[in-house]
């Protein structure tokens, strides 16, 4: 069965500096893996993915993220924080011939001022 | 495209009294998703349809609830007795097929904010 953690509820980061938000996924063969984002009263937006060739992958708003295998982890960054990133973000891994994502529980960012 | 239309935005309503969310997908997506969000259990799985048919409906809390889609431009998930336990945020999701490619994700509605007192 698929599985996606995220193992910190809070990730608090001073404004300009870099942000990392952590995933690690459980999933048979090859995953597609997600990040998506949550804007306070929004729906989930997509940001990036990967499927497969580069391990780091770029999305949306500057951020990128790390598939690392052996690790089976996909975490999410960004070299330098904005506040307007301060968000609800989500994993996801989806499997090769699959249909259903699961989602990972979230991770609130605030970056402050 | 509008993108995924939900309705109404936020719906209040007395322990007891059925409740309908309403979900029009994009148009050309085959599939539709329904999620539920809590503070206590995240973002849940309800039921998903594959081109108006249900194909899981495993998340489904109890019979309570149930969901349609009687074409492809609509779906309604409905909740009969509602309890104040189903207050929660429902979201609406579609995507096309997710083929080997890997597909474009889901995209989400802006939810509906639901209060049963």
Known sequence: AQSVAQPEDQVNVAEGNPLTVKCTYSVSGNPYLFWYVQYPNRGLQFLLKYITGDNLVKGSYGFEAEFNKSQTSFHLKKPSALVSDSALYFCAVRE???QNFVFGP?????VLP | DAGVIQSPRHEVTEMGQEVTLRCKPISGHDYLFWYRQTMMRGLELLIYFNNNVPIDDSG??????????PNASFSTLKIQPSEPRDSAVYFCASSPRQGLGGGGGYTFGSGTRLTVV
């Open chain 1, 106 to 110: 979230g991770t609130r960012l605030s």
């Open chain 1, 96 to 98: 090769r011939y699959g």
């Open chain 2, 60 to 69: 489904m809390p109890e019979d309570r609830f149930s969901a349609k889609m």
